[in-house]
């Protein structure tokens, strides 16, 4: 069982550059997000989904694009880095709860921004 | 990953020891909170969870308090093990589904 799949692990970007950070569940579940994770704090959240086709904005949605056209798959878009957005992305996923539930990670994706 | 954890305070303890590793959150309508483990260069790893209906949830060698009145949330790990060692985040749900609110997070080392 995979469960939440980040692709690519490592990435470097020259500012201005786009690039789209994957992530992928086999576990059907309807809830998706990306948290951003600098050092010193912890995991901020950036967007989120609670179904196919429903994407939402979190505490730090600025400089990101999400969709969600399936419920496996919930890509994450920079459209023109910056250095700021250089930082460790993780995707977590769990059932669809109103009072919340376990949120499964994925092994996270490093980013950095020249 | 690697640099994730700078800064961080750091609780110290003997391999056998208990830890009790504390959080203060935020929110007096958080009604869900979760303890994560992250070890170097993996994504968090869910430890145990409590309703604000508790006060106190047991697992396998870990304990979680939740104290509404002061909103402060520990996690006591029972005879602490090197595996042990890692960064402990505590979380809240502020609003439905699971839009976490993660602290800035504690670093364990275990020493033997």
């Known amino acids: 069982n995979a469960g939440v799949t980040q692709t690519p692990k490592f990435q470097v970007l020259k500012t201005g550059q786009s690039m789209t950070l994957q992530c992928a569940q086999d576990?059907?579940?309807?809830?998706m997000s990306w948290y951003r994770q600098d050092p010193g704090m912890g995991l901020r959240l950036i967007h989120y989904s609670v179904g196919a086709g429903i994407t939402d904005q979190g505490e730090v949605p600025n400089g990101y694009n999400v969709s969600r056209s399936t419920t496996e798959d919930f890509p994450l878009r920079l459209l023109s880095a910056a250095p700021s957005q250089t930082s460790v992305y993780f995707c977590?996923?769990?059932?669809?709860?109103?009072?919340?539930?376990?949120?499964?990670f994925g092994e996270g994706s490093r980013l950095t921004v020249l | 990953g690697e640099s994730v954890g700078l800064h961080l305070p750091t609780l110290s303890v003997q391999e056998g020891d208990n830890s009790i590793i504390n959080c203060a959150y935020s929110?007096?309508?958080?009604?869900?909170f979760i303890w994560y483990k992250q070890e170097s260069g993996k994504g968090p790893q869910f430890i145990i969870d409590?309703?604000?209906?508790?006060d106190k949830r047991q697992g396998q060698r870990v304990t979680v308090l939740l104290n509404k009145t002061v909103k402060h949330l520990s996690l006591q790990i029972a005879a602490t093990q090197p595996g042990d060692s890692a960064v402990y985040f505590c979380a809240e749900n502020t609003g439905g589904y699971n839009k976490l609110i993660f602290g800035a997070g504690t670093r364990l080392a275990v020493h033997p």
């Open positions: 409590i309703r604000s209906n508790m």
């Open positions: 576990m059907n579940h309807e809830y």
């Open positions: 977590a996923s769990s059932k669809l709860d109103r009072d919340g539930g376990e949120l499964f």
């Open positions: 929110n007096s309508a958080s009604d869900y």
